[in-house]
């Protein structure tokens, strides 16, 4: 995979997992970063400089490393016993 696809896909994914919108991170950043630019981030069309990834990683709470690991977690698929369900051994 391309590194600014892989940029774009973890870029996107830290986003939605804080819960912002383009307009919400670029607000977020107090507009030094523009909506339209992280557009092109999310978009794969261009990668940020170092300072900027510094900007996004602490706005998104997350290493700047994070935007260019390869590797995939897939929540969709976990599933939890209620505490009251579990054997007694493992509740404790």
Not at 7 to 20: D, W
């Amino acid at each position: 995979m391309e590194i600014k696809a892989i940029f774009a896909e973890r870029f996107k994914s830290a986003r939605l997992m804080n819960g912002y919108s383009l307009q919400d991170l670029a607000d977020a950043l107090d507009n030094q970063v523009s909506r339209q630019a992280l557009h092109k981030y999310e978009k794969g069309e261009v990668i940020p400089d170092a300072e900027k990834i510094k900007r996004l990683s602490i706005a998104l709470n997350v290493n700047p490393d994070f935007f260019f690991r390869t590797n995939k977690i897939e929540f969709s698929n976990i599933e939890f016993r209620k505490l009251d369900k579990l054997p007694k051994k493992e509740a404790t």
